[in-house]
């Protein structure tokens, strides 16, 4: 935030909440479900993807401590997901949309602006799916309107987290986090996505420029990983939050090559960056219930709006 705060959302705790720079916490506002994603628009409202509370929690002994993980999926009292306005003036909330063609909207994740404004400025958005012990609802990418008037559903991901923009914006990226990938979607323009017919033949989104090594790389939780939200760096390198070897996974799409930043938290879920030359760092650390903050090597992507 422009203040230096910092927003966060609590999944477990269903609320939006502000790290205020002299370490205070407050709640900004209650959000009954599972508030899962959180972006500035261009009205200086902060927009909330919830997943509708798909998930349960559960206590798990770690080394001398204890973790919280997901518990079984899908909690039995989930029934939508949605996408919600807060003003943080007042903590007013507004939902915009809970459906897409009739059909409800399962777990939305993660959000980002484009950077187009007015009454139907637009914003790109996840629904990462349901996993159930014996199928998968498939989850999308949405592209959809401050003004609650349209949802487009842009493409099929199977479990899509992360999302973010290129520096140029001609490039979307979107984490799918439990095939380790991440994937590059050309952009026609703003909502559009470019179609490939080979893309479209094997049921792709765009490129797969990465996949993480999987359960079968290593004996041991460290050697998985899952791929969650993410975020931009100036330069163009896409930093994720990665799962179970606990850290940020750096990839640079210009060579491919990756860098790992670990963090000790096996849900290492998102980060944002800010400061003066945004290389201030925060890390969200859910397994272990904590917001880290640290210093960057490079300068993050500033995000098309704050307050």
Not at 209 to 224: E, M, S
Not at 229 to 236: F, M, Q, Y
Request: proline fraction near 8%; hydrophobic fraction near 40%; glycine fraction near 14%.
């Amino acid at each position: 935030m422009a203040d230096g705060s910092v927003l966060f959302v609590d999944i477990e705790g269903q609320t939006l909440s502000r790290l205020a720079p002299d370490g205070t916490v407050g709640v900004v506002a209650d959000l009954p479900g599972g508030p899962n994603g959180v972006a500035i628009g261009p009205d200086g409202a902060a927009y909330v993807c919830n997943n509708g509370g798909i998930y349960t929690f559960e206590k798990k002994p770690l080394g001398a401590g204890t973790i919280t993980v997901p518990g079984p999926l899908p909690n039995p009292g989930h029934t939508t997901g949605s996408i919600q306005r807060v003003d943080l003036a007042s903590g007013r909330v507004t939902t915009l949309y809970t459906s897409f063609a009739g059909a409800p909207l399962l777990t939305p994740d993660d959000i980002v602006f484009d950077g187009t404004t007015g009454p139907s400025a637009g914003f790109w958005f996840t629904d990462s799916g349901i996993e159930h012990p014996d199928r998968l609802e498939r989850g999308a990418l949405y592209y959809a309107t401050i003004d609650g008037a349209s949802i487009t559903r842009a493409a099929e991901i199977p479990t899509a987290n992360g999302v973010g923009l290129s520096p140029d914006g001609k490039t979307l990226y979107v984490s799918d986090t439990v095939f380790g990938r991440l994937w590059a979607l050309d952009l026609v323009r703003p909502g559009v996505i470019r179609t490939d017919p080979l893309h479209q033949m094997f049921l792709m989104p765009g490129n797969a420029p990465l996949t993480l090594p999987g359960f079968a790389a290593a004996p041991g939780l460290t050697a998985c990983q899952w791929v969650d939200s993410l975020k931009v760096e100036a330069g163009g390198r896409v930093c994720i939050g990665t799962l179970l070897n606990g850290g940020i996974t750096v990839f640079d799409p210009v060579d491919g090559s990756t860098e790992h930043f670990p963090t000790g938290d096996l849900f290492t879920t998102n980060l944002c960056f800010g400061g003066s030359d945004m290389q201030d760092v925060w890390i969200t650390a859910s397994s272990t219930g904590r917001l880290l903050r640290g210093r960057w090597p490079r300068p993050g992507l500033k995000p098309a709006f704050s307050a």
